[in-house]
């Protein structure tokens, strides 16, 4: 196996589940190292339909920087709980301008086109947020998934919603592992036949 990557998935109350911890399953099933971070200082997460998720770590105690990929699952008020957390907005905004990969699923690129990293760059997420990354100068797209170099920069891989969890981290994992990766777990959990 390639070197070791490592995915950090930031948790806010009443964030979306399936999103969270499908791609942490994913990722996990790969050989991919995933924490699971609470923006808050309780590791205890309640998702928006109240589930509760045992955090890894929690803010205060995180260190982003070695960290081959950030990513950013939705939900209401997850997405606002997330926009409002200055620690989540700075390290996005430091990773990415540092070359590396962010990820956002459904509401979640909203965040990402708030911070201005959309600008001109292909992106897609909830229809219920596309004006938002609009607004905000986003390259609008409609697939279920979008993966963007941004010249200068690093990668942005975005997504819809909940329904395309799995092609999300199938992307991050093929972003991090090559295609053949990916292709392989898609098969090994029959979403690729």
């Known amino acids: 196996m390639s070197e070791k990557k490592y995915a950090a998935i930031y948790l806010a109350d009443g964030c979306e589940e399936i999103e969270a911890l499908t791609v942490a399953d994913l990722l996990r099933r790969a050989g991919i190292e995933v924490t699971l971070v609470s923006i808050t200082e309780e590791a205890l997460v309640t998702s928006s339909h109240n589930v509760r998720i045992l955090a890894d770590t929690v803010i205060g105690a995180f260190d982003p920087s070695g960290y081959d990929v950030l990513i950013l699952p939705g939900g209401v008020p997850g997405t606002p709980n997330l926009q409002a957390c200055s620690a989540v907005t700075d390290a996005v905004s430091a990773h990415h301008a540092a070359g590396r990969t962010v990820a956002a699923i459904c509401a979640a ?30 390259d609008l797209h409609r697939e279920p998934v979008c993966t963007a170099q941004v010249p200068g920069r690093g990668t942005i891989i975005t997504s819809r919603a909940m329904g395309t ?6 992307a991050i994992l093929s972003h991090l592992r090559g295609p053949e990766a990916a292709e392989a777990l898609g098969k090994n959990i029959l979403y690729l036949s």
């Open 165 to 170: 969890a799995i092609p999300f981290g199938l």
């Open 109 to 138: 690129p909203s965040i990402l086109a708030g911070l201005g990293m959309l600008r001109g760059v292909p992106a897609v997420c909830n229809p219920s947020f596309e004006h938002v990354l609009l607004e905000n100068g986003a």
